[in-house]
T-cell receptor, first 114, second 109 residues
């Protein structure tokens, strides 16, 4: 248990569906992250929030839409996804942005797009 | 471009020692991390190196040579529970983490 929780753990959705992934951290951290992890590929950073403000968007398609209502919660809204979006989506948090502090990861949401 | 290289898979025997290498080419350097990830679980932090040399933490040690763009993770007295993927990540000059694809370590009895 790392102090970062994610729901749901597994999600199967059609290409026309709309769904949301939720992340919550109980560590009092100021920075939160969304990553995509595909088999045998490096972790891909999708979005970064610091003190509830988005600071990074690494050319992610608009069908992924993040939301950070407060420093403890992070959402990833999904709509009209493609089969290649099937992957493990990991949320992480760190004490502050841009530092030597390690990131704490949630268990991930295994997403399958049919 | 920025690149992190590590072997895709390694096999070792219970009780033995294994060294997992990581080489990197990044725009600047602000530290190197090693994470462990068991199948179906979250990555968990193992070690952080920012200066050259060896950092020891129990059965695990991590080494860094900044001039060579090289690090290794050394695991001693291997246990079956050490079967996992080991991820190397480098923080570049913009403080962005660049990740390797991970090394899957298989421990055999």
């Amino acid at each position: 248990e790392t102090g970062v929780t994610q729901t749901p753990r597994h999600l199967v959705m059609g290409m026309t569906n709309k769904k949301s992934l939720k992340c919550e951290q109980h560590l009092g951290h100021n920075a939160m992250y969304w990553y995509k992890q595909s088999a045998k590929k490096p972790l891909e950073l999708m979005f970064v929030y610091s003190l509830e403000e988005r600071v990074e968007n690494n050319s992610v398609p608009s069908r992924f839409s993040p939301e950070c209502p407060n420093s403890s919660h992070l959402f990833l809204h999904l709509h009209t996804l493609q089969p290649e979006d099937s992957a493990l989506y990991l949320c992480a948090s760190s004490q502050v942005l841009d530092s030597s502090y390690e990131q704490y990861f949630g268990p991930g949401t295994r997403l399958t797009v049919t | 471009g920025q690149n992190i290289d590590q072997p895709t898979e390694m096999t070792a025997t219970e009780g033995a020692i294994v060294q997992i290498n990581c080489t990197y080419q990044t725009s600047g350097f602000n530290g190197l991390f090693w994470y462990q990830q068991h199948a179906g679980e979250a990555p968990t932090f193992l070690s952080y190196n920012v200066l050259d040399g060896l950092e020891e933490k129990g059965r695990f040690s991590s080494f860094l040579s900044r001039s060579k763009g090289y690090s290794y993770l050394l695991l001693k007295e291997l246990q079956m529970k050490d079967s996992a993927s080991y991820l190397c990540a480098v923080r570049d000059s913009n403080y962005q983490l660049i990740w390797g694809a991970g090394t899957k370590l298989i421990i055999k009895p």
